[in-house]
């Protein structure tokens, strides 16, 4: 790509934030506008299903989490949140019983979280918030919802019950097990304004390395032999047709889940923890699946074979910015191959 090209990137929180910072420090280096910026255009597509009213506030984590890392003010050393937070509101929420009191959030951090509630109930779009979030913090991307519904990731646990997938993942750990996720109201769904459009005019498409289920799988659907979760409609469809090359970034090195409890996930839907089962279920775009190519890690090399896509292998772990601005340099690079 000699042009600055427009990368989309289909994210989770965490993991796909970090991604995304290097993916950004990347293209300001090989893409610089002159002033300081990138003449490369950039778009995130962020996973919306972790999102939930709490005590009255719209709590929004993976649209946080991109937001704030890219911004540089998150807690890098917690792994969520904003750094040098005070807890002072969230403590008087739980002396009251009100909220989740195993769902702590920072008083800045509740700040956004007001905010957006606040324009939610004037009829203000989620999509258009998050644009009013990102650009108070001069944030130079586009960050989308995958969906402006409310289309929350819920949890069948063994004994038949349901509940939220924040109470699972951070109340349980994921430890209680889980049979199936469901989205509830996933029918009515239908893509943020804004996320067909530059899925159709992108030049690659990157899937973050973010969990495969419960993020990617919320924006784009995920099958394995023992259950599925559809994805936001329409999403998919799009990045099929769409002429941008495809390249995923593996979430799994040497059999773990690089962060979270990714094989909690994968389990309930009879899919092992591997970078190469991971890709056999995103499936290659040749038989209808969305992947053009694959990246893993150096520890998987020797699954390349296994995926059913072209796969290359480089050291995927994030231990600088400059680092994963390396890996994202070879996603695009192995974009570009692809396409050649």
């Known amino acids: 790509m000699s042009a600055a090209p427009h990368i989309v990137v289909l994210s989770g929180g965490v993991g796909g934030a970090r991604f995304t910072r290097g993916l950004l420090h990347h ?8 002033v300081g910026g990138t003449a490369a255009r950039m778009t995130v597509i962020a996973n919306t299903g972790d999102d939930a009213w709490v005590a009255g506030v719209r709590v929004c984590p993976d649209l946080d989490s ?33 909220g989740w009191p195993w769902f702590t959030l920072g008083d800045l951090d509740l700040g956004t979280c007001i905010a957006r509630a606040a324009w939610l109930r004037e009829g203000v779009g989620l999509g258009e918030i998050t644009r009013r979030i990102t650009d108070r ?3 130079d991307i586009q960050l989308l919802p995958a969906t402006e519904h409310e289309a ?3 949890v069948r646990l063994d004994d038949d019950t349901e509940i939220h997938f924040e109470e699972w993942w951070v109340r349980y750990r994921a430890k209680r097990p889980a049979l199936a996720f469901r989205q509830e109201n996933i029918d009515e769904a239908t893509p943020a304004p804004g996320v067909l459009d530059a899925i159709a005019n992108a030049d690659t498409i990157i899937i973050a390395p973010s969990n495969p289920v419960v993020s990617i799988g919320t924006i784009t659907g995920f099958s394995g032999p023992g259950g599925s979760v559809p994805g936001i409609p329409g999403i998919r469809d799009a990045v099929l047709a769409s002429s941008a090359a495809v390249v995923g970034v593996a979430p799994i ?12 996930c994968l389990a309930p839907l009879g899919v092992e923890t591997s970078a190469a089962a991971v890709a056999r279920a995103h499936g290659s775009r040749l038989s209808g699946g969305l992947l053009d190519a694959w990246l893993v890690d150096d520890a998987d090399a020797a699954s390349a074979g296994d995926t059913g896509v072209p796969t290359r292998a480089r050291p995927l ?5 400059d680092e994963t601005a390396a890996i994202a340099a070879d996603a695009l690079e192995l974009a570009e191959s692809v396409r050649r």
């Open 27 to 34: 293209l300001h280096a090989a893409y610089p506008d002159g």
């Open 66 to 98: 991109i937001t704030y890392t890219l911004a540089g003010i998150s807690d890098d050393e917690r792994g969520w949140g904003r750094r040098d937070e005070s807890e002072r509101v969230s403590a008087e929420l739980a002396a009251y019983g009100v």
């Open 137 to 139: 913090w001069g944030v």
């Open 152 to 154: 929350e990731t819920l």
């Open 253 to 264: 090195i040497g059999g773990a889940a690089v962060r979270g409890m990714a094989e909690a």
């Open 317 to 321: 772990w994030f231990t600088s910015v």
